[in-house]
């Protein structure tokens, strides 16, 4: 059952939130983008949250809820659920204030985000790894507030932490310079997203408040759509910071009224996004941080001429999650496929494949090959690399003259999905 509220954040506890905060989380810059206001035409500026203490905004919200627990609830200690940025809030600030906190986070969050999850709770926290996404995660959490009774720190659905992420948005108007016609702001629960457009329902009306989500998880589009919170039965996993099966009633509840639109965007095209800032701009992302720049396309026209602020919000990426992300990215751009490709049982086959087959800028970037003696002919699973996407149909037709293509495996997802 949804819970109804009328609760939206007002001024002035958002400013009391910023007091707060003052100290503790970095007033980070509004930055101008050369390559994106170039390409779209616009005012581009990148509000700069990967650069927080924690990498995150999430340090906001999660210190100013947690700096306003009664003697008693700091006393018996909290609990979170997180996919990794609101769990490194919460343990800076339980590190901070002295309290002890028990974190509990999926069981695939990347590496890097539980060590530094470890390295800002020092000696204050308890990491309990569970489940496979933040929702395994938070009924984990919620079982052990039954039992202890501490206190649970939601990640999104509170007061106090929509108050403290409302204050991204009252950084972003007074670091402005001119009036902001639109905000591109990243969704998985909904905190930022719901505080942000509260801020700027008050200060700057006329701005429309654009919220992003994954393709593969758009809970809170879904309940737009709805007209009801809904949950959804599954979810991509791989934008870990924005991949929620329910986005927080009280966020819904605001965002409903007060967001513009909530648009989604492909993983792959977040990829794209995360290769291309580090390429261009030296700027390093989590999946979650590129998901506005990557929305920026689907309002092309719009936004010409227009000031735009996208916000970049957390940049706890895993250096060993590169590998995919180029895959990811290679494969949305029609650049990698992957076959399954029929070589004659005769020496010299795989040779005529490479001279006559693959073209000049083709490249073979996975081989899996089985000789069978018995047979006319051996299959191999074959990955290839193209150099421009309207390379593939004369690629397949040749394939096809040569009597060596078996099956385009892109499009069998009982067998792709192995291969990526």
Known sequence: MDTKTTYFPTL???????EVLKGISTVTPLMPSFTYSKRFNSNILLKREDLQQVRSYKIRGAY?????????????????ASAGNHAQGVAFACAKLKIKGFIFMPAPTPKQKVEQVRMFGEDQVEIILVGDTFDDAY????????VTGRTFVHPFDSEKIIEGQATVGLEIIEQAQEPIDYVFVPIGGGGLASGLSSVFQVLSPRTKIIGVEPEGAPAMKTSIDNNVNSTLDAIDKFIDGAAVKRVGDRNFEICRELLHDVITVPEGKVCQTILELYNCDAIVVEPAGAMTLAALDTYSDEIKGKNVVCVVSGSNNDITRTAEIKERALLYGGLKHYFIIRFPQRAGALRDFLDTILGPTDDITHFQYSKRTSREDGPAV???????????????????????????????????????
């Open 12 to 18: 002035r506890h958002i400013r009391e939130a910023s």
């Open 64 to 80: 100013n809820e947690i700096n306003s627990l009664s003697r008693e609830q700091r006393r018996s200690g909290i609990v979170c």
């Open 139 to 146: 009924k984990a959490a919620m079982a052990e507030c039954e």
């Open 382 to 420: 074959v990955g290839i690399e193209i150099g421009k996407k309207e390379h593939l149909e004369p690629l397949i037709e040749r394939m096809k003259i040569g009597n060596f293509f078996g099956e385009y495996l892109n499009e069998n997802p009982n067998l792709f999905e192995f291969l990526i």
